[in-house]
């Protein structure tokens, strides 16, 4: 298994363990040495890119658990997702509101996907991130479809009691519960109200009075844009998919005894998604970052406290191959996930101080952090993660302050 590195960090002379594919055609070859013209191409193209590097070494001395089926399982759907979302766009193009014909054969296509995630199991959800700065909202659909899809299957049970519930119906029907297919469709068109606004995405600057209350609006256009017979729950997901469990989402602030269970959900997968995403007005966050604000740190209280749980343990904090840096100064490469601990994988130490490659000789075996407190995890892509260091799975410890300006931008209408 590779090192994951950022195209910042790539060299001439390195190889890549996987190619990179644009729609499907292949870019660039894996094991190929790479030349300047490539590397300048790759970061002109796709700056916040993040490959996979062959090292020979590391691989000869540790057996990495092997997640190339997750990577081509979350591609898949991503692309999927991403022609749905294309047709939505060249319908929206000519009009301002689907149809009923309009959405027929885009309902089949969901339950395509569906069915294919059904039968392609993931061992842990991968956020896609392909194309450039103007394809976001396309990407970032079929991220949260597939991460939302993947938290309701594996918590059908929790799904079918909180159904009953809010329904206050006791004998409810089994398949009626437990059908995903509303999740499914709230999850394609949740921001559909944003595509007549989606330049705003790369605004450079603070937004007006008014481009706020647009975005604040888009979930309320969004349902507006979409068919009277469509599925009711599908409708209210793309309604209350910024409701909070506390309280304080938006559009209407919906009380967390109303809040819907798929709401709850894709409140999650949005979140984690738009905030692990670049945007002009804010750079990406890490997911290990971004997890732990939402299980223990700032932004805990909007969330279903069951839902971070499962998609913790889906999404993990570190990709495998990922290079952390250690509090002893050194730099670890992600070896195995940790689903019980998904801040404390399995690591080896491949670097100095300096970020220098260690010679095989002074490489010693990995080292579960779950099983010790003398090596920790401080930082990865650019963010502080001292936080994990005083309790991992669920202590807060130095929550940041949200400044106003943070409250102001786009950023914060996205995440949390």
């Known amino acids: 298994m590779p090192i994951l590195v950022h195209v910042d960090e790539l060299q001439p002379g390195m190889r890549l363990k996987r190619a990179i594919l644009r729609d499907k055609q292949v870019m660039l070859s894996c094991n190929t040495p790479l030349e300047d013209w490539q590397i300048n191409s790759l970061r002109r193209r796709f700056p916040d890119l993040t490959v996979q590097i062959c090292d020979p070494i590391l691989d000869e001395l540790v ?59 993931a061992a842990a959800a991968v956020l896609t991130r392909f194309g450039t700065a103007g394809d976001y909202l396309q990407g970032h659909v079929g991220n949260v479809f597939y991460v939302s899809l993947l938290v309701g299957n594996t918590i059908r049970d929790y799904i079918f009691r909180e159904r009953q519930r809010t329904v206050r119906i006791e004998t409810a029907c089994v398949r009626y519960s437990m059908n995903l297919t509303p999740l499914a469709l709230g999850c394609l068109f949740h921001d559909v109200g944003m595509l007549p606004i989606e330049h705003l995405y790369e605004k450079k600057g603070g937004l007006t009075q008014e481009e706020r209350r647009l975005i604040r609006d888009h979930p309320n256009r969004g349902v507006e844009m979409l068919p009277p017979k469509l599925d009711a729950v599908a409708k209210m997901v793309v309604r209350t998919h910024h409701e909070n469990m506390d309280g304080s989402g938006y559009p209407q602030g919906v009380p967390v005894e109303s809040l819907h269970v798929f709401s709850r959900v894709i409140r999650a997968a949005d979140a984690l998604d738009a905030a692990t ?42 990709p495998i191959g990922a290079k952390v840096k250690l509090n002893c100064e050194r730099y670890g490469v992600v070896v195995r996930h940790n689903r019980k601990h998904p801040f404390r994988p399995t690591i080896i130490i491949a670097f100095d101080e300096l970020g220098r490659k ?36 669920g202590s807060v410890w130095g929550v940041p302050e949200i400044t106003r300006d943070e409250k102001e931008d786009l950023f914060a209408y996205c995440y949390p």
């Open 358 to 393: 260690l010679k095989k000789r002074d490489l010693a075996p990995p080292i579960d952090l779950s099983k010790t407190n003398e090596v920790q995890i401080v930082e990865f892509e650019g963010d502080d993660l001292t936080c994990l260091s005083d309790g991992a799975d």
């Open 63 to 121: 057996e990495f658990q092997d997640d190339s089926h997750d990577h081509e399982v979350s591609a898949t759907v991503n692309r999927q997702i991403g022609k749905l979302m294309h047709r939505v766009r060249e319908i929206l193009s000519s009009k301002t509101a689907l149809e009923g014909s309009d959405i027929s054969g885009l309902q089949r296509s969901v339950a395509e996907v569906m069915q294919y995630i059904m039968d392609n199991p």
């Open 277 to 318: 995403s670049r945007h002009i007005y804010k750079k990406a966050r890490s997911a290990a970052r971004v997890l732990w604000e939402m299980s223990s740190g700032p932004f805990k209280e909007h969330y279903d406290p069951p839902i971070v749980k499962i998609l913790m343990a889906l999404v993990q904090p570190f």
